[in-house]
């Protein structure tokens, strides 16, 4: 991120606030602002990986699992920062931070073999979704 701002903000520039506004916002990424409401694209992955990991487990596909669980923790993030942010959501904030803390649990679980652990691990993420999603998604 350094590099891209001081490419696009040379040091001593005078239009700094250009360059740190593009490099915010490349940072921020998909999630939308606080008073907003969350990318439909990311809830979207967020769903489609969690169906590809129900199906990896279960075939007990050690790297796809893996692969499905550590690409989950960065987007249930992004969604706990939106919630955080929004400030009004604790329920949403902590369901983030649960299914966030799950898709952490199932790469330790599938990394032991422990695949009925790792599916009630996968299990408690859906519900955590459809908890969520009930009290939040707008129709």
């Not at 700094?16 to 694209?41: F, H, N, Q, R, Y």
């Not at 993030?77 to 931070?97: C, N, P």
């Amino acid at each position: 991120m350094l590099k891209l701002f001081t490419r696009i903000c040379p040091r001593g520039s005078a239009a700094w606030a250009p360059g740190l506004l593009l490099c915010l916002s490349v940072a921020c990424g998909p999630a939308g602002s606080a008073e907003g409401e969350l990318d439909i694209d990311l809830m979207q992955t967020i769903e489609d990986l969690n169906k590809s990991l129900s199906s990896n487990i279960a075939l007990r596909d050690v790297k796809a699992s893996s692969s499905d669980a550590r690409e989950l923790q960065p987007l249930f993030a992004q969604v706990e920062a939106h919630f955080s942010a929004k400030g009004d959501a604790l329920d949403a904030v902590e369901l983030a931070k649960k299914s966030k803390e799950l898709s952490a649990a199932i790469i330790k679980q599938v990394g032991a073999s422990q695949f009925d652990a790792a599916t009630d691990s996968a299990t408690a993420i859906s519900r955590a979704c459809r908890s969520c999603h009930t009290f939040y998604k707008k129709s």
